[in-house]
Nanobody
Framework: QVQLVESGGGLVQPGGSLRLSCAAP????????IGWFRQAPGKEREGISC????????HYTDFVKGRFTISRDSANNTVYLQMNNLKPEDTAVYYC?????????????????WGKGTLVTVSS
C-alpha cells in the first residue's frame, strides 16, 4: 500500500506564501506523475498541478499559473507545491496523489493513490 504524506499547510495572510510537501516513505516515485489537488468547503475537488517525477515535466491549471510552482526532489523522494500571493479563495484542504501516466496533462483523472490532505487557510 502506498502512503502519501502531505505537510506544510497552515494559516497564512492574504498575499503570503506556503510550501506544501508530499512525501512517499518507502516508495519510489520515479515512474509516477504526482499531482496536487484541493477541495474547498462546499466545493468539488479540483486539480492544481502535476509533475512527472521521472523527467520533471509539469502541467498547471489556469487558475494557479504564475502563483504556484510544482517541483520535485529526487534525493528526498518528495514533491513540493510552492504557493505565492495566496488569496482567501485558496483556502482548502490540499491533497497530493500519484498516477502512472505518460503525459502529465492527463494525470488529473488517473490518480491511483491519495494522501489525507493538509489544510491551508488564507485569512487576515
Amino acid at each position: 500500500q502506498v502512503q502519501l504524506v502531505e505537510s506544510g499547510g497552515g494559516l497564512v495572510q492574504p498575499g503570503g506564501s506556503l510550501r506544501l510537501s508530499c512525501a512517499a516513505p518507502g516508495f519510489t516515485l520515479d515512474y509516477y506523475a504526482i499531482g496536487w489537488f484541493r477541495q474547498a468547503p462546499g466545493k468539488e475537488r479540483e486539480g492544481i498541478s502535476c509533475i512527472s517525477f521521472r523527467d520533471g515535466s509539469t502541467h498547471y491549471t489556469d487558475f494557479v499559473k504564475g502563483r504556484f510552482t510544482i517541483s520535485r526532489d529526487s534525493a528526498n523522494n518528495t514533491v513540493y507545491l510552492q504557493m505565492n500571493n495566496l488569496k482567501p479563495e485558496d483556502t482548502a484542504v490540499y491533497y497530493c496523489a500519484i498516477a502512472q501516466v505518460y503525459d502529465v496533462k492527463f494525470c488529473y483523472d488517473a490518480m491511483d493513490y491519495w494522501g489525507k490532505g493538509t489544510l491551508v487557510t488564507v485569512s487576515s
